[in-house]
């Protein structure tokens, strides 16, 4: 090139540059919860302006995703450096786990004065339940049934994090999970695609919120796309296979309802489906994500989960795997470098189209765009604002109405809960109520132990004041010394009462966490049936990541309520429900089997031609145990009783293009204040294939005063009453139904009424 031409092309990419960038958009400031000016045309337009700028180099690094810790997994020599240069050079999109203003600002710096393009870097980190203030676990919170507080907590924690750099979350997990044993049930809402699809919109709306500019939000990421939560076995990372009716009816909705309310960004999955690794599944990724669904942003893959393809064995080599992925519809590569390093040479041999390449780009580029990035690249995050807005008494405060909403008492026996004043002294025996790290539960960001109020320092803040409390540990968690367990029983028969604080540590539930076994780990049944022997009223707080085995505590303890893994306001929020100043009202958002032999195990189940029963042996069950569940879907106790009653329905013939009125009166026939989750439940008796024996299709959060009455009403159209039919077509058909409303998902009130068309 000439002097002159090199002279004429910089001048043009300068000129470029200036029109993309937002001063000639004249996009520079405009008054909070405006639309963006530029609509989707124009953003468009900005997109290709820039494409037509970009070397192929420039075009693969928008696609390539660096960790922090990159080189340390990559085993590269002098890797920073050349992390560093790579990003000068243009060839780095996206950084995961750097966090604060200052490192994500000084990174920042570097791709907007120092690249030759300037575009901008986004920021992603695991912001799954909270970024300091650290909130109950996923798994938790679905527990509240209440969603608008998961929409809360969401945007509470985009706040904080957005304030220090972080433009991106990788959240909300939307996995629907059968089987306990997999570690990561505690991210997700459950097993139920009704209940989860309601939280996957609410967090798509808190953490993200309609629009993508805004500096206080994050851009969202449902994952991971999908059906990760169905691994065989329960082994994290393992094989996913099950009828793509299954998959459709049961898995995927959640991820459907995250790209209904606008989420920017789903991620591939480690698993594969049938067959084919999703993180290489075209089938997944543009068939149903982008043609069926319309889902106009980017798909960024799992850590090294293209690299995975490979490993899976669809694919000889990196090259190859790479451009499986890419061309399946995983835009942007996580931390495997496949894209960044090796598609240059799939371009040249024409195995990869320059197409595909830039179609991911466009994608990657009109988000970055949507956010804002190129008008204001630090989107104001800065240390004064991380100051000013971490850990605020408000967020506290929402943390611990957020844990308490989560709690599910599971039992109560003669009422011993709430403790009351008449309780003179109570010994607080086991592991996990001194701790302040388990409480965060597991993806804790920068949450701190320091910050937590453990279970004991609560508990003891919490008693009436002439309550005496004490503690003991008995025992550790995970560990097989019994020396502590004689003690802890000779201290409890002094006691009026003991409240033994059992369960998992955080490490045993999250990512690479399945368990076999899913009874209380270590020696801790033996230490609560030293304390139950001395009997002595026990009271049992459970804290865990997962459903678990309990059949011994479930028989033998006065009453045990689930905490969770609460966050930082955990002894707080226990001590609130304990003396009873919040009367419990979560509902499990997953079976609790009686053995671990019964796993899978969830409500919405298939009837099959032998539907268990007393009667008969030859029927679908065990020999050595019953086939229901510990504790049912959608079940938990109150403080006061609720009665259900007067079910009612608008008509009992439903026609093709109507929708019907189910309507239920309940009351609250107890003494104190309390919350219901008034749940429905609705059953097609004959399909084109076998249906469900009950599946959730609406739920209410009521609150009733002592003696008071309310009726709730439902509306059931035929799209809550639609499945994939004998040809695979989504839709409802003809026959009887019934519906069920009640307090679980055993609830027994019910109506029958017939769909026509
Ligand atoms: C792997 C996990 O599966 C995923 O959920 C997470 O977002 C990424 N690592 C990044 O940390």
Redesign the pocket.
């Given at each position: 090139m000439t002097q002159m031409s090199q002279t004429f092309r910089a001048a043009s990419i300068a000129f470029a540059i200036l029109l993309v960038s937002s001063a000639a958009w004249g996009q520079k400031s405009r008054p909070a919860g405006q639309p963006l000016p530029s609509g989707p045309a124009d953003v468009e337009n900005r997109v290709d302006s820039l494409l037509r700028l970009m070397t192929i180099e420039e075009k693969l690094g928008q696609l390539n995703q660096l960790s922090s810790v990159w080189d340390t997994v990559l085993h590269r020599s002098n890797a920073s450096a050349s992390g560093m240069q790579m990003l000068r050079e243009g060839r780095v999109g996206s950084f995961?786990?750097i966090v604060g203003s200052e490192a994500t600002a000084s990174l920042q710096r570097i791709a907007v004065n120092e690249t030759r393009l300037k575009i901008p870097l986004l920021f992603g980190l695991?912001v799954i339940h909270g970024y300091r203030t650290i909130y109950p676990i996923p798994l938790g919170e679905a527990a509240s049934w209440d969603p608008e507080l998961a929409e809360e907590t969401a945007r509470m924690a985009a706040g904080e994090a957005a304030a220090a750099g972080i433009h991106w979350t990788?959240a909300p997990?939307v996995d629907i999970a059968r089987d306990p044993r997999w570690g990561r049930i505690a991210e997700g809402s459950g097993e139920d695609p009704f209940l989860g699809s309601a939280f996957a919109a609410a967090r798509v709306r808190g953490f993200q919120g309609h629009l993508l500019d805004s500096k206080s939000l994050l851009l969202a990421?449902a994952?991971?796309f999908a059906a990760y939560g169905g691994p065989e076995g329960g082994r994290d990372y393992n094989t996913v296979d099950m009828s793509e009716r299954t998959l459709r009816e049961m898995y995927l909705p959640p991820y459907r309802a995250a790209v209904r309310a606008g989420v920017g960004t789903l991620?591939s999955s480690?698993n594969e489906i049938g067959g084919v690794p999703s993180s290489a599944s075209r089938h997944l990724l543009t068939d149903i994500l982008r043609k069926e669904w319309q889902f106009d942003g980017f798909v960024v893959s799992?850590?090294n989960s293209v690299g995975e393809v490979e490993t899976h064995g669809i694919a000889s080599d990196r090259t190859s795997a790479g451009i499986l992925g890419l061309t399946a519809g995983v835009d942007m590569d996580?931390m495997s470098l496949i894209y960044v390093d090796e598609l240059r040479s799939a371009l040249k041999d024409g195995r990869l189209k320059m197409a595909v390449v830039d179609e991911a780009v466009r994608r990657v580029l009109r988000i970055k765009f949507r956010m804002g990035l190129f008008e204001d690249p630090f989107r104001g995050a800065s240390t004064v604002r991380e100051r000013a807005v971490m850990m605020t008494q408000e967020h506290r405060a929402l943390a611990r109405r957020a844990a308490s909403e989560s709690f599910v008492l599971l039992k109560n026996e003669n009422g011993v809960l709430p403790l009351t004043e008449s309780t003179r002294s109570i010994l607080v025996v086991g592991p996990l109520a001194e701790s302040k790290d388990d409480p965060l539960g597991t993806w804790s960001a920068r949450g701190e132990a320091a910050d937590v109020v453990s279970i004991i320092e609560g508990l003891r803040r919490g008693a009436p004041s002439k309550t005496k409390v004490t503690y003991v540990r008995g025992c550790g968690v995970d560990d097989t010394v019994r020396s502590g367990i004689a003690e802890a029983a000779r201290v409890a028969a002094a006691a009026d009462v003991v409240i033994a604080v059992l369960g998992e540590a955080r490490s045993m539930s999250g990512?690479a966490a399945s368990r076999s076994e899913i009874g209380l780990p270590g020696v801790q049944e033996e230490l609560l049936r030293a304390l139950v022997a001395t009997g002595k009223k026990t009271v049992v707080l459970l804290m865990n990541g997962r459903p678990l085995v309990i059949p011994w505590t479930a028989e033998h303890a006065s009453a045990i309520l689930e905490l969770w893994h609460p966050g930082v306001e955990a002894g707080h929020a226990a001590a609130d429900v304990v003396f009873g100043r919040i009367n419990p009202s979560g509902k499990l958002p997953a079976t609790f089997p009686r053995s671990v032999g019964q796993v899978p195990l969830y409500y919405n189940h298939k009837i099959s031609g032998r539907p268990a029963s007393e009667a008969n042996s030859f029927t679908s069950k065990y020999l050595d145990v019953a086939w229901t569940p510990q504790f049912p879907f959608g079940f938990g106790l109150s403080y006061t009783s609720f009665a259900y009653s007067e079910l009612t329905l608008s008509a009992t013939v439903m026609r093709w293009s109507d929708s019907l009125v189910v309507g239920v009166k309940v009351r609250n026939t107890g003494k104190r204040r309390g919350e219901e989750v008034v749940q429905l439940y609705v059953r097609d008796h004959v399909g084109s294939v076998t249906r469900p024996v009950r599946e959730l299709k609406g739920f209410r959060k009521i609150a009733l005063d002592p003696g008071e009455s309310k009726r709730v009403t439902f509306n059931i159209g035929r799209d809550d009453l639609a499945f994939w039919n004998g040809l695979m077509e989504h839709t409802a058909e003809p026959g009887q139904f019934s519906v069920y409303v009640g307090t679980n998902s055993h609830a027994e009130l019910s109506a029958e009424f017939q769909l026509e068309e």
């Open positions: 995961l786990n695991d990788f997990m990421t994952k991971h991620m480690f799992d850590w996580m990512e």
